[in-house]
Protein backbone atom coordinates (compact mmCIF):
# COMPACT_ATOMS: atom_id res chain seq x y z
CA UNK A 1 0.00 0.00 0.00
CA UNK A 2 1.34 3.26 -1.19
CA UNK A 3 0.75 6.76 0.15
CA UNK A 4 -2.76 7.62 0.92
CA UNK A 5 -4.13 3.91 1.09
CA UNK A 6 -5.58 3.40 4.17
CA UNK A 7 -4.03 -0.28 4.76
CA UNK A 8 -5.91 -0.82 7.76
CA UNK A 9 -9.50 -0.04 5.56
CA UNK A 10 -8.88 -2.42 2.16
CA UNK A 11 -12.03 -2.66 -0.06
CA UNK A 12 -13.73 -2.98 -3.50
CA UNK A 13 -15.79 -0.46 -3.80
CA UNK A 14 -20.00 -1.00 -3.59
CA UNK A 15 -21.67 -1.03 -6.67
CA UNK A 16 -23.80 2.47 -6.10
CA UNK A 17 -27.54 1.49 -4.95
CA UNK A 18 -30.89 2.35 -5.99
CA UNK A 19 -32.76 5.14 -4.14
CA UNK A 20 -35.70 2.76 -3.61
CA UNK A 21 -33.31 0.85 -1.62
CA UNK A 22 -33.98 0.51 2.76
CA UNK A 23 -30.91 -0.97 3.17
CA UNK A 24 -27.34 0.04 4.71
CA UNK A 25 -24.66 -0.88 1.87
CA UNK A 26 -21.42 -1.81 3.07
CA UNK A 27 -18.16 -3.46 1.30
CA UNK A 28 -17.80 -7.13 1.28
CA UNK A 29 -15.74 -8.26 4.24
CA UNK A 30 -17.30 -5.95 6.20
CA UNK A 31 -20.56 -5.94 8.65
CA UNK A 32 -22.46 -2.77 10.57
CA UNK A 33 -25.06 -2.41 13.79
CA UNK A 34 -26.22 0.64 15.46
CA UNK A 35 -24.17 2.01 18.12
CA UNK A 36 -27.49 3.94 19.21
CA UNK A 37 -30.86 4.45 17.63
CA UNK A 38 -33.46 7.48 18.13
CA UNK A 39 -35.12 7.45 21.24
CA UNK A 40 -32.78 4.96 23.40
CA UNK A 41 -32.31 5.46 27.06
CA UNK A 42 -28.97 7.06 28.00
CA UNK A 43 -29.31 7.60 31.80
CA UNK A 44 -30.41 5.16 34.97
CA UNK A 45 -34.20 6.82 34.70
CA UNK A 46 -34.72 6.85 31.22
CA UNK A 47 -37.95 5.52 29.73
CA UNK A 48 -37.97 2.41 27.38
CA UNK A 49 -38.48 3.97 24.25
CA UNK A 50 -42.48 4.16 23.21
CA UNK A 51 -43.14 4.94 20.09
CA UNK A 52 -46.86 5.09 20.51
CA UNK A 53 -46.76 7.02 23.82
CA UNK A 54 -43.98 9.29 23.10
CA UNK A 55 -43.72 12.35 25.98
CA UNK A 56 -40.89 15.26 26.20
CA UNK A 57 -39.55 13.96 29.76
CA UNK A 58 -39.00 10.83 27.89
CA UNK A 59 -37.50 12.22 25.13
CA UNK A 60 -35.23 14.62 27.02
CA UNK A 61 -33.69 11.42 28.67
CA UNK A 62 -33.60 9.63 25.67
CA UNK A 63 -31.17 9.69 22.12
CA UNK A 64 -32.65 12.59 19.68
CA UNK A 65 -33.95 12.36 16.36
CA UNK A 66 -31.94 13.11 12.88
CA UNK A 67 -28.22 12.88 14.02
CA UNK A 68 -25.58 15.03 11.88
CA UNK A 69 -22.19 15.93 13.05
CA UNK A 70 -20.68 13.09 14.82
CA UNK A 71 -17.39 11.96 16.54
CA UNK A 72 -16.11 9.20 18.33
CA UNK A 73 -13.32 10.20 21.41
CA UNK A 74 -11.42 7.01 21.90
CA UNK A 75 -10.32 7.72 26.17
CA UNK A 76 -6.73 7.31 26.43
CA UNK A 77 -5.46 4.11 27.61
CA UNK A 78 -6.16 0.36 26.48
CA UNK A 79 -9.02 1.93 23.85
CA UNK A 80 -11.77 0.38 24.97
CA UNK A 81 -13.69 3.23 26.47
CA UNK A 82 -14.73 6.48 25.03
CA UNK A 83 -17.27 8.53 24.17
CA UNK A 84 -19.77 9.46 21.58
CA UNK A 85 -20.69 12.53 20.85
CA UNK A 86 -23.67 13.49 18.49
CA UNK A 87 -25.91 16.48 16.48
CA UNK A 88 -29.51 16.42 16.55
CA UNK A 89 -30.83 18.65 14.25
CA UNK A 90 -34.34 18.33 13.32
CA UNK A 91 -37.24 16.63 12.93
CA UNK A 92 -39.89 14.75 11.14
CA UNK A 93 -42.73 14.49 12.76
CA UNK A 94 -44.63 13.22 10.15
CA UNK A 95 -43.01 9.73 10.68
CA UNK A 96 -42.31 9.82 13.95
CA UNK A 97 -45.64 10.73 15.26
CA UNK A 98 -49.37 8.76 14.52
CA UNK A 99 -51.38 11.20 13.22
CA UNK A 100 -53.89 13.32 15.19
CA UNK A 101 -55.98 16.13 15.21
CA UNK A 102 -56.01 16.08 18.69
CA UNK A 103 -54.99 19.73 20.18
CA UNK A 104 -53.32 18.25 23.51
CA UNK A 105 -51.52 15.34 21.85
CA UNK A 106 -50.35 18.24 19.17
CA UNK A 107 -48.75 20.01 21.64
CA UNK A 108 -47.46 16.76 23.30
CA UNK A 109 -46.02 16.33 19.93
CA UNK A 110 -44.00 19.44 19.24
CA UNK A 111 -42.67 19.35 22.78
CA UNK A 112 -41.50 16.06 22.37
CA UNK A 113 -39.69 17.83 18.52
CA UNK A 114 -38.34 20.71 21.15
CA UNK A 115 -36.60 17.52 23.59
CA UNK A 116 -35.50 15.38 20.16
CA UNK A 117 -33.13 18.38 19.09
CA UNK A 118 -29.81 19.38 20.31
CA UNK A 119 -27.09 17.21 21.02
CA UNK A 120 -25.94 13.74 23.00
CA UNK A 121 -23.12 12.64 24.80
CA UNK A 122 -23.04 9.72 25.47
CA UNK A 123 -20.56 7.06 27.15
CA UNK A 124 -19.11 3.32 25.33
CA UNK A 125 -17.04 0.37 25.75
CA UNK A 126 -15.80 -2.42 23.82
CA UNK A 127 -14.06 -5.81 24.18
CA UNK A 128 -10.94 -4.22 22.47
CA UNK A 129 -10.00 -1.77 19.84
CA UNK A 130 -11.45 -2.57 16.09
CA UNK A 131 -14.29 -4.39 17.96
CA UNK A 132 -17.99 -2.87 18.16
CA UNK A 133 -18.93 -0.07 20.68
CA UNK A 134 -22.10 -0.49 23.32
CA UNK A 135 -23.22 2.21 24.68
CA UNK A 136 -23.30 2.70 28.31
CA UNK A 137 -26.99 3.49 30.00
CA UNK A 138 -26.46 5.52 32.98
CA UNK A 139 -22.93 6.53 31.53
CA UNK A 140 -20.79 9.08 34.24
CA UNK A 141 -20.52 11.71 31.15
CA UNK A 142 -23.51 10.85 29.72
CA UNK A 143 -25.72 14.57 28.34
CA UNK A 144 -28.70 15.93 26.90
CA UNK A 145 -28.56 19.08 25.20
CA UNK A 146 -31.78 20.66 23.86
CA UNK A 147 -33.72 23.22 23.20
CA UNK A 148 -34.30 24.52 26.95
CA UNK A 149 -30.55 24.09 27.91
CA UNK A 150 -29.10 26.95 29.13
CA UNK A 151 -25.62 28.44 26.90
CA UNK A 152 -23.72 31.35 27.77
CA UNK A 153 -22.92 33.46 24.99
CA UNK A 154 -19.26 34.89 24.73
CA UNK A 155 -17.03 37.00 22.54
CA UNK A 156 -17.67 40.38 21.64
CA UNK A 157 -21.44 40.65 21.15
CA UNK A 158 -22.44 38.57 24.44
CA UNK A 159 -24.37 41.32 26.59
CA UNK A 160 -25.29 43.13 23.48
CA UNK A 161 -28.43 45.57 23.31
CA UNK A 162 -28.93 42.96 20.22
CA UNK A 163 -29.19 40.04 22.02
CA UNK A 164 -31.57 41.23 25.03
CA UNK A 165 -34.61 39.48 25.62
CA UNK A 166 -37.47 39.79 28.52
CA UNK A 167 -36.21 35.74 29.48
CA UNK A 168 -32.45 36.88 29.36
CA UNK A 169 -32.81 40.55 29.82
CA UNK A 170 -29.01 41.01 29.95
CA UNK A 171 -28.00 38.93 26.73
CA UNK A 172 -25.80 36.99 28.32
CA UNK A 173 -26.86 33.71 28.14
CA UNK A 174 -30.10 31.51 26.11
CA UNK A 175 -31.88 28.36 26.15
CA UNK A 176 -31.48 25.81 24.05
CA UNK A 177 -29.93 24.76 20.62
CA UNK A 178 -31.51 23.78 17.10
CA UNK A 179 -30.34 23.15 13.90
CA UNK A 180 -27.81 21.70 14.76
CA UNK A 181 -26.16 20.37 11.34
CA UNK A 182 -21.95 19.70 11.01
CA UNK A 183 -19.31 20.14 13.34
CA UNK A 184 -15.85 19.82 14.75
CA UNK A 185 -14.02 18.41 17.46
CA UNK A 186 -11.21 20.81 18.72
CA UNK A 187 -7.30 19.71 19.26
CA UNK A 188 -8.40 20.53 23.05
CA UNK A 189 -11.33 17.62 22.73
CA UNK A 190 -14.36 19.68 22.79
CA UNK A 191 -17.21 19.56 20.24
CA UNK A 192 -17.71 22.48 17.85
CA UNK A 193 -21.49 22.44 16.16
CA UNK A 194 -23.04 24.79 13.64
CA UNK A 195 -26.60 25.85 14.30
CA UNK A 196 -27.85 26.23 10.74
CA UNK A 197 -31.40 26.84 8.99
CA UNK A 198 -32.67 28.45 12.55
CA UNK A 199 -35.04 30.55 10.71
CA UNK A 200 -37.64 28.08 9.71
CA UNK A 201 -37.95 27.94 13.67
CA UNK A 202 -39.17 31.42 13.74
CA UNK A 203 -42.13 33.26 13.02
CA UNK A 204 -41.13 37.28 12.52
CA UNK A 205 -42.12 40.59 10.88
CA UNK A 206 -40.12 39.68 8.02
CA UNK A 207 -39.92 43.26 7.05
CA UNK A 208 -36.09 44.63 8.25
CA UNK A 209 -33.19 44.23 6.15
CA UNK A 210 -32.01 41.56 8.47
CA UNK A 211 -34.99 39.19 8.63
CA UNK A 212 -35.15 38.84 4.89
CA UNK A 213 -31.24 38.34 4.77
CA UNK A 214 -31.51 35.38 7.01
CA UNK A 215 -35.07 33.99 5.86
CA UNK A 216 -36.81 35.41 8.82
CA UNK A 217 -40.27 35.11 7.53
CA UNK A 218 -43.98 36.47 9.16
CA UNK A 219 -45.46 33.14 8.45
CA UNK A 220 -46.30 30.22 10.52
CA UNK A 221 -43.33 28.16 11.22
CA UNK A 222 -42.20 25.13 10.22
CA UNK A 223 -43.13 23.45 13.61
CA UNK A 224 -45.52 25.53 15.23
CA UNK A 225 -43.39 25.79 18.48
CA UNK A 226 -44.72 30.22 18.51
CA UNK A 227 -48.14 28.14 19.97
CA UNK A 228 -46.30 26.68 22.89
CA UNK A 229 -43.64 29.64 23.45
CA UNK A 230 -43.14 33.15 22.82
CA UNK A 231 -39.59 33.11 22.14
CA UNK A 232 -40.56 31.97 18.63
CA UNK A 233 -42.07 34.38 17.65
CA UNK A 234 -40.33 37.80 17.62
CA UNK A 235 -43.46 39.69 16.79
CA UNK A 236 -44.00 39.35 20.37
CA UNK A 237 -42.60 42.36 22.76
CA UNK A 238 -40.16 41.79 24.49
CA UNK A 239 -38.54 39.02 21.88
CA UNK A 240 -37.79 41.11 19.27
CA UNK A 241 -34.21 39.57 19.46
CA UNK A 242 -35.35 36.19 20.15
CA UNK A 243 -34.15 34.72 16.75
CA UNK A 244 -30.26 36.36 16.96
CA UNK A 245 -29.81 33.56 20.20
CA UNK A 246 -29.64 31.47 17.03
CA UNK A 247 -27.14 30.74 14.58
CA UNK A 248 -24.20 30.84 16.09
CA UNK A 249 -20.95 28.08 16.63
CA UNK A 250 -21.46 26.42 19.96
CA UNK A 251 -19.00 24.75 21.60
CA UNK A 252 -19.35 21.82 24.09
CA UNK A 253 -17.03 19.86 26.95
CA UNK A 254 -18.03 16.37 26.30
CA UNK A 255 -15.74 15.16 29.64
CA UNK A 256 -18.06 17.40 31.79
CA UNK A 257 -21.23 16.89 32.11
CA UNK A 258 -22.22 19.90 34.06
CA UNK A 259 -19.98 22.65 32.12
CA UNK A 260 -22.28 25.54 30.10
CA UNK A 261 -21.75 25.23 26.33
CA UNK A 262 -21.01 28.42 24.80
CA UNK A 263 -22.41 30.65 21.78
CA UNK A 264 -19.26 32.09 20.03
CA UNK A 265 -20.40 35.50 19.00
CA UNK A 266 -16.63 36.08 18.04
CA UNK A 267 -17.60 33.74 14.92
CA UNK A 268 -20.21 35.18 13.75
CA UNK A 269 -23.85 34.41 13.30
CA UNK A 270 -25.01 33.19 9.73
CA UNK A 271 -26.51 29.40 8.81
CA UNK A 272 -23.35 27.56 10.32
CA UNK A 273 -22.99 24.29 8.62
CA UNK A 274 -20.03 23.68 11.47
CA UNK A 275 -16.68 24.50 12.15
CA UNK A 276 -13.36 22.87 11.71
CA UNK A 277 -10.10 23.77 13.76
CA UNK A 278 -6.32 23.56 12.69
CA UNK A 279 -3.68 24.67 14.85
CA UNK A 280 -0.46 26.61 12.64
CA UNK A 281 2.89 25.85 12.96
CA UNK A 282 3.04 29.47 15.20
CA UNK A 283 0.59 28.06 17.38
CA UNK A 284 -2.53 30.02 16.07
CA UNK A 285 -5.69 28.54 15.87
CA UNK A 286 -8.31 28.56 12.58
CA UNK A 287 -11.53 27.57 12.20
CA UNK A 288 -13.32 27.56 8.88
CA UNK A 289 -16.69 27.87 8.74
CA UNK A 290 -19.31 27.42 5.64
CA UNK A 291 -22.90 29.50 5.51
CA UNK A 292 -24.66 26.25 3.63
CA UNK A 293 -27.13 28.73 1.92
CA UNK A 294 -27.52 29.13 -2.13
CA UNK A 295 -25.39 32.26 -2.72
CA UNK A 296 -23.48 32.49 0.44
CA UNK A 297 -20.45 32.73 1.70
CA UNK A 298 -16.99 30.82 3.43
CA UNK A 299 -15.83 32.31 6.82
CA UNK A 300 -12.57 32.00 8.34
CA UNK A 301 -11.88 32.46 12.13
CA UNK A 302 -8.38 33.31 13.47
CA UNK A 303 -8.01 33.27 17.30
CA UNK A 304 -5.87 36.29 19.18
CA UNK A 305 -4.56 33.80 21.88
CA UNK A 306 -2.48 30.69 20.79
CA UNK A 307 -3.35 27.34 21.83
CA UNK A 308 -1.91 26.30 25.31
CA UNK A 309 -0.35 23.48 27.36
CA UNK A 310 -3.58 23.99 29.77
CA UNK A 311 -6.76 23.18 28.73
CA UNK A 312 -8.81 25.13 30.54
CA UNK A 313 -7.21 28.54 28.24
CA UNK A 314 -7.84 26.50 25.26
CA UNK A 315 -11.53 26.48 26.48
CA UNK A 316 -11.42 30.14 25.97
CA UNK A 317 -10.08 30.63 22.67
CA UNK A 318 -12.31 31.10 20.26
CA UNK A 319 -13.97 33.48 22.33
CA UNK A 320 -11.83 36.51 20.91
CA UNK A 321 -10.38 36.72 17.20
CA UNK A 322 -10.01 37.84 13.90
CA UNK A 323 -13.09 37.09 11.30
CA UNK A 324 -12.47 36.75 7.46
CA UNK A 325 -15.07 36.02 4.40
CA UNK A 326 -13.46 34.36 1.18
CA UNK A 327 -13.10 36.40 -2.12
CA UNK A 328 -12.00 34.13 -4.76
CA UNK A 329 -10.63 35.09 -8.01
CA UNK A 330 -10.37 32.60 -11.10
CA UNK A 331 -7.00 32.66 -13.24
CA UNK A 332 -8.72 31.86 -16.22
CA UNK A 333 -10.51 34.15 -18.69
CA UNK A 334 -14.40 34.86 -17.74
CA UNK A 335 -15.31 33.96 -21.21
CA UNK A 336 -13.63 30.53 -20.73
CA UNK A 337 -16.26 29.44 -17.66
CA UNK A 338 -19.28 29.17 -20.04
CA UNK A 339 -21.46 27.49 -17.02
CA UNK A 340 -21.43 24.01 -18.67
CA UNK A 341 -18.41 22.64 -16.60
CA UNK A 342 -15.77 22.17 -19.44
CA UNK A 343 -12.53 22.65 -18.20
CA UNK A 344 -10.54 26.03 -19.11
CA UNK A 345 -7.76 25.92 -21.11
CA UNK A 346 -5.16 26.26 -18.73
CA UNK A 347 -6.76 22.69 -17.50
CA UNK A 348 -7.81 23.78 -14.29
CA UNK A 349 -10.59 25.08 -12.13
CA UNK A 350 -8.28 27.09 -9.85
CA UNK A 351 -7.11 30.78 -8.94
CA UNK A 352 -5.93 33.36 -6.26
CA UNK A 353 -8.64 34.43 -3.30
CA UNK A 354 -8.38 36.64 -0.71
CA UNK A 355 -9.63 36.69 3.18
CA UNK A 356 -11.41 39.98 3.24
CA UNK A 357 -11.74 41.41 6.96
CA UNK A 358 -14.96 41.83 8.37
CA UNK A 359 -13.45 41.86 12.25
CA UNK A 360 -9.55 42.43 13.04
CA UNK A 361 -8.26 43.60 16.80
CA UNK A 362 -11.30 43.66 18.11
CA UNK A 363 -12.84 46.57 15.65
CA UNK A 364 -15.28 46.08 12.72
CA UNK A 365 -13.85 46.94 9.11
CA UNK A 366 -17.46 46.86 7.75
CA UNK A 367 -18.40 50.53 7.27
CA UNK A 368 -21.21 51.57 8.93
CA UNK A 369 -21.67 48.58 11.59
CA UNK A 370 -20.56 47.91 14.92
CA UNK A 371 -18.49 45.21 16.05
CA UNK A 372 -22.08 43.45 17.29
CA UNK A 373 -24.05 44.12 14.48
CA UNK A 374 -21.02 42.51 12.09
CA UNK A 375 -21.13 39.58 14.82
CA UNK A 376 -24.88 39.00 14.79
CA UNK A 377 -26.11 39.89 11.38
CA UNK A 378 -22.72 39.06 9.31
CA UNK A 379 -24.66 38.22 6.00
CA UNK A 380 -24.57 41.68 5.98
CA UNK A 381 -21.43 42.46 6.97
CA UNK A 382 -20.12 39.96 3.90
CA UNK A 383 -22.24 41.75 1.53
CA UNK A 384 -20.83 45.22 1.74
CA UNK A 385 -17.27 43.71 1.54
CA UNK A 386 -18.10 41.86 -1.69
CA UNK A 387 -17.54 38.13 -0.73
CA UNK A 388 -17.54 35.48 -3.36
CA UNK A 389 -21.79 33.89 -3.65
CA UNK A 390 -21.09 30.09 -3.32
CA UNK A 391 -22.67 26.88 -4.49
CA UNK A 392 -24.03 26.39 -0.69
CA UNK A 393 -20.66 25.72 1.46
CA UNK A 394 -21.30 22.53 3.45
CA UNK A 395 -18.62 21.43 5.47
CA UNK A 396 -15.28 22.68 5.47
CA UNK A 397 -12.45 21.24 6.76
CA UNK A 398 -8.55 21.36 6.87
CA UNK A 399 -6.77 18.56 6.86
CA UNK A 400 -4.04 18.14 9.83
CA UNK A 401 -1.47 16.05 7.74
CA UNK A 402 -1.32 19.53 4.91
CA UNK A 403 -2.67 22.07 6.02
CA UNK A 404 -4.87 22.18 2.74
CA UNK A 405 -8.43 23.12 3.29
CA UNK A 406 -11.52 20.68 1.66
CA UNK A 407 -14.47 23.17 1.06
CA UNK A 408 -17.70 20.77 0.22
CA UNK A 409 -19.70 23.16 -2.00
CA UNK A 410 -22.97 20.52 -2.03
CA UNK A 411 -24.82 22.29 -5.09
CA UNK A 412 -26.82 24.83 -6.23
CA UNK A 413 -29.51 24.78 -8.32
CA UNK A 414 -29.96 28.33 -9.17
CA UNK A 415 -26.41 29.28 -10.44
CA UNK A 416 -26.73 30.97 -13.24
CA UNK A 417 -30.88 31.49 -12.59
CA UNK A 418 -32.50 35.14 -14.26
CA UNK A 419 -31.45 37.43 -11.61
CA UNK A 420 -28.98 35.05 -9.99
CA UNK A 421 -25.11 35.20 -10.01
CA UNK A 422 -23.42 33.36 -12.84
CA UNK A 423 -21.09 30.68 -13.40
CA UNK A 424 -17.56 31.54 -12.06
CA UNK A 425 -14.12 29.76 -11.54
CA UNK A 426 -15.02 28.63 -8.15
CA UNK A 427 -18.42 28.03 -9.27
CA UNK A 428 -18.06 26.83 -12.46
CA UNK A 429 -21.72 25.20 -13.02
CA UNK A 430 -24.97 26.78 -14.04
CA UNK A 431 -27.66 24.91 -12.17
CA UNK A 432 -25.26 22.60 -10.26
CA UNK A 433 -27.20 20.03 -8.47
CA UNK A 434 -24.27 18.01 -8.05
CA UNK A 435 -22.13 20.09 -6.31
CA UNK A 436 -18.21 19.90 -6.29
CA UNK A 437 -14.78 20.35 -3.29
CA UNK A 438 -12.55 23.25 -3.49
CA UNK A 439 -8.93 22.83 -2.41
CA UNK A 440 -7.54 26.10 -0.58
CA UNK A 441 -3.87 26.74 0.66
CA UNK A 442 -3.39 29.36 2.85
CA UNK A 443 -0.53 31.33 1.95
CA UNK A 444 2.53 30.00 3.56
CA UNK A 445 0.22 27.59 5.35
CA UNK A 446 -0.67 30.54 8.13
CA UNK A 447 -3.57 30.61 10.18
CA UNK A 448 -3.34 34.12 9.96
CA UNK A 449 -2.93 34.75 5.95
CA UNK A 450 -5.00 37.07 4.16
CA UNK A 451 -4.81 35.34 0.73
CA UNK A 452 -4.63 31.66 -0.70
CA UNK A 453 -4.66 29.78 -3.84
CA UNK A 454 -7.79 27.10 -4.61
CA UNK A 455 -8.57 24.63 -6.74
CA UNK A 456 -11.47 22.10 -7.73
CA UNK A 457 -10.71 19.07 -6.52
CA UNK A 458 -13.62 17.40 -7.57
CA UNK A 459 -16.60 18.74 -9.97
CA UNK A 460 -19.47 16.00 -8.59
CA UNK A 461 -21.98 13.88 -10.74
CA UNK A 462 -22.12 10.51 -12.58
CA UNK A 463 -19.55 10.54 -14.80
CA UNK A 464 -21.45 7.64 -17.11
CA UNK A 465 -23.78 10.67 -17.58
CA UNK A 466 -22.27 13.62 -17.33
CA UNK A 467 -19.52 15.14 -19.28
CA UNK A 468 -19.62 17.82 -17.04
CA UNK A 469 -17.57 16.22 -14.14
CA UNK A 470 -14.19 15.92 -12.46
CA UNK A 471 -12.14 14.11 -10.92
CA UNK A 472 -8.69 15.65 -10.59
CA UNK A 473 -7.77 14.23 -13.72
CA UNK A 474 -8.25 10.35 -12.53
CA UNK A 475 -9.56 8.66 -15.38
CA UNK A 476 -13.31 8.48 -15.23
CA UNK A 477 -14.54 5.20 -15.78
CA UNK A 478 -12.93 4.19 -12.70
CA UNK A 479 -14.75 6.29 -9.90
CA UNK A 480 -17.90 5.67 -7.83
CA UNK A 481 -20.43 8.35 -8.98
CA UNK A 482 -20.92 10.81 -6.27
CA UNK A 483 -23.46 14.12 -5.81
CA UNK A 484 -24.07 16.52 -3.14
CA UNK A 485 -21.30 16.69 -0.74
CA UNK A 486 -22.05 17.26 2.52
CA UNK A 487 -19.92 15.85 5.42
CA UNK A 488 -15.99 15.11 5.33
CA UNK A 489 -13.67 13.92 7.20
CA UNK A 490 -9.81 12.69 6.99
CA UNK A 491 -8.50 9.50 7.91
CA UNK A 492 -4.97 8.71 9.03
CA UNK A 493 -3.15 8.72 6.53
CA UNK A 494 -4.58 11.70 5.06
CA UNK A 495 -7.37 10.48 2.40
CA UNK A 496 -10.63 12.14 2.39
CA UNK A 497 -13.99 10.86 3.01
CA UNK A 498 -17.24 12.63 1.83
CA UNK A 499 -20.81 12.13 2.80
CA UNK A 500 -23.68 13.16 0.69
CA UNK A 501 -27.14 14.48 0.92
CA UNK A 502 -29.12 14.75 -1.89
CA UNK A 503 -27.60 11.82 -4.47
CA UNK A 504 -31.41 10.45 -4.67
CA UNK A 505 -32.20 13.81 -6.67
CA UNK A 506 -29.80 13.76 -9.14
CA UNK A 507 -28.33 10.65 -9.79
CA UNK A 508 -30.44 8.39 -8.46
CA UNK A 509 -28.70 6.67 -6.22
CA UNK A 510 -28.98 6.32 -2.78
CA UNK A 511 -26.86 8.28 -0.29
CA UNK A 512 -23.68 6.99 0.66
CA UNK A 513 -20.15 7.63 2.12
CA UNK A 514 -17.03 8.10 -0.29
CA UNK A 515 -13.52 7.99 -0.08
CA UNK A 516 -11.17 10.39 -2.06
CA UNK A 517 -7.43 9.54 -2.47
CA UNK A 518 -6.38 13.72 -2.59
CA UNK A 519 -2.09 12.78 -2.81
CA UNK A 520 -0.26 11.28 -5.46
CA UNK A 521 -0.81 9.52 -8.85
CA UNK A 522 -4.32 8.64 -7.57
CA UNK A 523 -5.68 12.08 -6.52
CA UNK A 524 -9.31 12.54 -7.50
CA UNK A 525 -10.23 8.50 -7.39
CA UNK A 526 -13.19 8.27 -5.80
CA UNK A 527 -14.05 5.08 -4.02
CA UNK A 528 -17.48 4.32 -2.45
CA UNK A 529 -17.51 2.74 0.78
CA UNK A 530 -21.34 2.44 1.62
CA UNK A 531 -24.80 3.59 0.71
CA UNK A 532 -27.59 4.78 3.50
CA UNK A 533 -31.60 3.25 3.17
CA UNK A 534 -33.89 4.83 1.28
CA UNK A 535 -34.53 8.70 1.65
CA UNK A 536 -31.40 9.39 4.10
CA UNK A 537 -28.33 11.13 4.21
CA UNK A 538 -25.50 10.12 5.12
CA UNK A 539 -23.65 11.92 8.02
CA UNK A 540 -20.42 11.74 10.46
CA UNK A 541 -18.65 10.73 8.63
CA UNK A 542 -15.79 9.12 11.36
CA UNK A 543 -12.74 7.51 9.85
CA UNK A 544 -10.44 5.46 12.44
CA UNK A 545 -8.86 3.22 10.28
CA UNK A 546 -5.78 2.33 12.37
CA UNK A 547 -8.67 0.28 14.39
CA UNK A 548 -10.50 -1.11 11.34
CA UNK A 549 -13.50 1.08 12.19
CA UNK A 550 -15.81 3.47 10.03
CA UNK A 551 -19.26 5.41 11.48
CA UNK A 552 -21.55 7.21 10.20
CA UNK A 553 -24.84 8.85 10.97
CA UNK A 554 -27.77 8.03 9.43
CA UNK A 555 -30.11 10.65 9.19
CA UNK A 556 -33.70 11.26 8.22
CA UNK A 557 -34.24 7.61 6.88
CA UNK A 558 -37.67 7.16 5.40
CA UNK A 559 -38.61 10.88 5.63
CA UNK A 560 -41.21 11.10 2.71
CA UNK A 561 -43.44 8.92 4.13
CA UNK A 562 -45.96 8.80 6.80
CA UNK A 563 -46.56 7.11 10.35
CA UNK A 564 -48.83 4.76 8.49
CA UNK A 565 -46.70 4.16 5.39
CA UNK A 566 -43.26 4.21 6.15
CA UNK A 567 -41.34 4.28 4.17
CA UNK A 568 -37.91 2.80 5.38
CA UNK A 569 -37.94 0.19 8.94
CA UNK A 570 -33.90 1.05 9.91
CA UNK A 571 -32.58 0.02 11.14
CA UNK A 572 -34.72 -1.89 13.28
CA UNK A 573 -36.46 -3.59 10.29
CA UNK A 574 -39.28 -4.88 12.11
CA UNK A 575 -42.49 -5.95 9.40
CA UNK A 576 -45.39 -4.85 9.74
CA UNK A 577 -47.90 -7.57 11.32
CA UNK A 578 -45.20 -8.85 13.77
CA UNK A 579 -44.28 -8.81 17.00
CA UNK A 580 -40.97 -6.45 17.51
CA UNK A 581 -38.17 -7.93 19.76
CA UNK A 582 -37.43 -6.18 22.76
CA UNK A 583 -36.17 -2.71 22.49
CA UNK A 584 -36.91 -2.43 18.32
CA UNK A 585 -39.71 -0.58 16.55
CA UNK A 586 -41.60 -0.68 12.87
CA UNK A 587 -40.95 3.24 12.34
CA UNK A 588 -37.37 4.21 11.12
CA UNK A 589 -34.87 5.71 13.59
CA UNK A 590 -31.91 7.64 13.30
CA UNK A 591 -29.20 6.13 14.17
CA UNK A 592 -25.63 6.33 14.66
CA UNK A 593 -24.07 3.20 12.84
CA UNK A 594 -20.84 1.04 13.20
CA UNK A 595 -18.94 -0.50 10.59
CA UNK A 596 -16.35 -3.05 10.79
CA UNK A 597 -14.65 -5.97 9.70
CA UNK A 598 -16.02 -8.92 9.86
FE1 LIG B 1 -27.80 20.56 7.63
FE2 LIG B 1 -26.11 22.12 5.39
O1 LIG B 1 -26.85 20.59 5.98
CA1 LIG C 1 -7.85 28.16 -14.39
CA1 LIG D 1 -24.79 19.18 6.25
CA1 LIG E 1 -27.41 17.99 5.03
Not at 102 to 116: E, F, G, I, L, Y
Request: glycine content about 10%.
Amino acid sequence: HGHGDAGRLPFTPITPVDRTVDALTVPAGYTWSPIIRWGDPLFADSPAFDLQHQTAAAQKRQFGYNNDYTDILVDHGNGRTGLLVCNQEYVNPGIMFPATSDPAQQATNRAVARAAHGMSVVELTRRRKGRPWDYTVGGRRNRRIDADTTFAFDGPAAGSALLRTVEHADGTTTRGTIGNCSGGTTPWGTVLSGEENFNGYFRTPGTSAEDKRYGLKDAPSTYGWEADEQRWDTRNTGYENASNHFGWIVEIDPQNPTSTPVKHTAMGRFKHEGANVRVDGEGRVVAYMGDDEKFDYLYKFVSRRRVSKNRAENLTLLSEGDLFVAKFRGDSAASEIDGTGKLPTDGAFDGSGMWLPLVVGGRSMVSGMSVEEVLVHTRLAADQVGATKMDRCEDVQPSLMTGRVYVACTNNSDRGAAGKAGPDEANPRTANRDGHIVEISDTGNRAAATTFRWNLLLVCGDPAKNAATYFAGFPKDKVSPISCPDNVAFDSVGNLWISTDGAPSTIGYNDGLFKVTIEGRDRGRVQQFLSVPTEAETCGPVIHDRDGMVYVAVQHPGEEGTFADQHSLFPDYVRPGTTPRAGQVAAPRPSVVQVHRR
